[in-house]
């Protein structure tokens, strides 16, 4: 035989062997539909959704290819949670504070007015217990519930008037989700649910006095400084607000031992990228919107705080005394893990952040 036609044969047979291996190579690729409660690469939330698509992607070696679908595109973005618990969709990315509806205990594992931070939160879920009560509450509509990302402190949000006493806040139209909904329902506030470019079109029209949405970063995206210049702080209603992906049981329950730890950890391994992604980029839209679009920052008062806390305060009080037991447990576990990592960060974190401030001399 010839050289020539050695490579020839050799060639045909290479390509018959891919093409008898392909079948069997294919039957073990899963095709996983993502739904996000966001726009697509929205900064923040939409970035964050379409990271982890392919980090699932690239630690399973592409044996699971998740394509992302943006809210609209399948289904809206509060649908989401049905959309995969019924399987319409294999998985989704979005926060737990969109679904009081379903559960209120659904509401501590996203983010708590006056709560904890976003250190503090993932704390709680993987030394503290959380996790098992995520599972066994998420477990009720067979899901699979894992945080992979949080966006740190929000802000109280875009104000069309200054505020300057609790009256102020009585009958505002005010855009927010969660338990900080019914912590300022408590102090007459006219608490909005809506998504974040609906809550511009409001503000633009004057259908709401004022609303918070995530941070900087995201909010400037948005647009929301076009419509309110008065931005406030501190967001004490999300100290932290926690992202998750959440998985079908069945579709998770089904995959074996090294692809549920490749999603595992593609969760487990975006939270901190996420959340310092989301301070980094905050810190730099926050000095362009002082600086470019004059925006002023605005602290609440400290009685309207104080006020808040205690209505806060009710709302986890209500929790602790809800006529479903899991949801008792979970707001018990909750406020023990808080009280304990609140007495230590008085001496670290806090004690850190306060000599920060101090006035001594230090290159900026």
Same mark, same amino acid.
């Given at each position: 035989? +010839?050289? /020539?036609?050695?490579? +020839?044969?050799?060639?045909?047979? %290479? ?8 079948? %069997? ?42 394509? $992302? #679908? @943006?809210?609209?595109?399948? =289904? ?30 659904? $509401? ?13 939160? $993932? ?14 509450? #998420? ?34 139209? #005010? ?16 608490? *909005? ?10 503000? *633009? ?21 076009? =419509? ?13 607000? !926690? ?6 049981? +069945? ?14 950890? !593609? ?10 992604? #989301? ?27 104080? +006020? ?39 001496? @670290? ?6 000599? /920060? ?8």
């Amino acid at each position: 035989m +010839k050289r /020539r036609d050695f490579v +020839k044969v050799t060639g045909a047979g %290479a390509v018959a062997s891919v093409a008898l291996a392909a079948p %069997a190579i294919a039957q073990d690729v899963r095709k996983w539909k993502m739904v996000t409660a966001w726009p697509k690469n929205l900064p923040g939330p939409g970035v964050a959704a379409q990271l982890l698509a392919d980090r699932i992607t690239t630690l399973s070696g592409g044996r699971i290819q998740v394509k $992302l #679908y @943006a809210a609209g595109e399948l =289904v809206p973005g509060r649908g989401v949670f049905d959309a995969v618990s019924e399987g319409t969709a294999d998985l989704y990315h979005a926060v737990p504070a969109y679904w009081g509806s379903k559960s209120t205990g659904f $509401l501590l594992f996203g983010s708590q007015p006056f709560g904890l931070r976003a250190d503090e939160q $993932l704390g709680w879920l993987v030394h503290g217990g959380g996790q098992a009560l995520y599972d066994e509450l #998420y477990a009720r509509f067979d899901l699979k519930p894992f945080l992979c990302g949080n966006s740190g402190p929000q802000w109280f949000g875009w104000f069309r008037e200054e505020i300057n006493s609790a009256d102020d806040l009585k009958g505002l139209r #005010y855009r927010t989700t969660g338990l900080a909904s019914e912590m300022m329902a408590k102090l007459g506030t006219a608490v *909005q649910a809506m998504g974040g470019r609906d809550m511009f079109q409001a503000l *633009q029209s004057g259908a709401i006095d004022a609303g918070e949405f995530i941070g900087p970063w995201s909010d400037s995206a948005l647009g929301f400084d076009q =419509v309110a210049k008065n931005y406030y702080w501190p967001g004490v209603g999300e100290p932290s607000s !926690a992202e998750e992906c959440v998985v079908n049981s +069945k579709v998770f329950n089904e995959l074996p031992d090294d692809l549920k730890q490749a999603v595992a950890y !593609a969760c487990g391994s975006l939270y901190n990228d996420v959340w310092t992604e #989301y301070t980094t980029k905050h810190a730099r839209a926050l000095k362009l919107l002082v600086e470019e679009k004059g925006v002023k920052i605005r602290m609440l008062p400290e009685d309207i705080i104080v +006020k808040m806390g205690n209505a806060a305060g009710e709302v986890i009080g209500e929790l602790l005394e809800s006529d479903d037991e899991l949801v008792q447990r979970t707001a018990k576990s909750f406020v023990t893990y808080r009280a304990s990592i609140s007495n230590y960060m008085v001496y @670290a974190d806090n004690g850190v952040m306060n000599a /920060r401030e101090l006035d001594y001399s230090y290159p900026s």
